[in-house]
């Protein structure tokens, strides 16, 4: 990378080492009187020649590609740096017709006002293009990678050419847009100066759900979304009371304008579920109520029977496992959701009912690690609910998952009428404890493996710097 940008330095210096070769031959000559008038004239044009080339290509070098370059602050203009390398050979030419064979063109160009006029009309239109191309690279209006909408086409730049901007749309196809386009239509830049963008997702909910309850569940939606950005913080306007929904606007910031429909698609996927969740209804004018009750009645029984074939609920009699029934609700959780978060408190208990769920122990560095994939029949959030701590491990949707969640108030005084449950629980609890002891310790001792590793590192370095005296 480095020889390529010096390249065209070594170039130069090596045409003023021909002409500086030229030049001595040249002075030789003329110091020992030696008559060879010819030879001393092509000496003297080929001098001529390669200085100037050796000037131009220098001149280019320090202009356009140095590592110091004054262009480097514009993104790169590599219009700009067609015009001056054109400019430059087309100074060099004047120069050399002039030195070598004796032809002036610079009144020709600069008396020509006809010529000037002629050519400014007919061009009129790409001279338009031109000087946007300009503007556009000095001003840093749009530069290549900047997601951007040109004359309602969306897309991301690809190249600004001295006559076109080109795009790349999201249906992968190239736009050529010209130049002067941009100047005289309206023009977005979603990455720059910020590439900070508002993904905005409307939904509506009924009117008996109140607006704070609704905004709290947005926000908290937000928050948990990859790509969503913590800062700023996610927001919910109310846009208005409708015909039979109360309007709501979800604003999450994304910080790469290409992601903003993915995250717009999770957005309103999860609404789905976390409105069915928190029994939030998004209305529409038909509503059929029998369903709905059809449907309680059923999903008792669902509970009963998914609670029955828990082994270690197996000792309790009917009555107290109505009265966990009656504490027990479905949830369904959307692919990638969190279900529970290691760290915060809980006290409720899962029982997958369909679906599957991974289990993941994050370590002090905040690596995730993977404790186990809990398949349909299989419970979790046990740990908290029995004793009272936070969450031991974070467990998240692996597939669209539907749980019965049973409240701490379903237990109560369950496990003290039956002391065997406590028993047959236990051996899990243990078996699931050793393992994130497990994982925990083996996080540990990488830790102290790589603080070792920098120490030693750290200890060579010091021996080394006062070998050398260095600092
Ligand atoms: P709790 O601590 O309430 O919340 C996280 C849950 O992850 C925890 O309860 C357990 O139900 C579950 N869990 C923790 N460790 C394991 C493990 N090793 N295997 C399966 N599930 C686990």
Known sequence: MRAKLLKPLFTSLILYLIAGIFKAIIIIAKANALHFPQLIHIGEKSLTLFFTLGTVILLRWVIADAPFSMLRRYTVAPLLKSIITFLLYFGAVLVLLNRLFGINLTPLLTTSAVLTGVLALSLQETLKNFFTGLWINTERIVAKGDWVKIAD????????????????????????????????GHLENYTYPSPL??????????????????????????????????????EVWITNYSDFS?????RAWVNDFRLVPYVKTEINSRIWYVFRRNNIEIPFPARVNYARQEKKHSETEIIMNSLKDIEFLSPINYDELRNIVFYSNFETFGVGEIIVKQGETGDTFYLIHSGSVDVLYKDSAGNEKPLATLKQGEFFGEMSLLAGEPRRATVIANEDTSCIVVNSKGFQNIFIKNPTLAESLSELLAKRSDELEKIKNLAVSEREKLEAEISLKKNIMNKIKKFFKVG
């Open 197 to 234: 963008h508002a993904a905005e997702v409307d939904i509506g909910a009924s009117y008996f759900d109140p607006p704070t309850k609704v905004k709290n569940v947005l926000i908290d939606l937000a928050k948990d979304l990859p790509n969503v950005m913590i800062e700023p913080k996610p």
């Open 153 to 184: 086409k969306e897309g991301e730049i690809l190249e600004v050419t001295w006559n076109t901007t080109r795009l790349l749309t999201r249906k992968n196809d190239c736009v050529y847009i010209p130049n002067r386009i941009l100047m005289e």
């Open 246 to 250: 109360i309007n709501y606007r979800l």
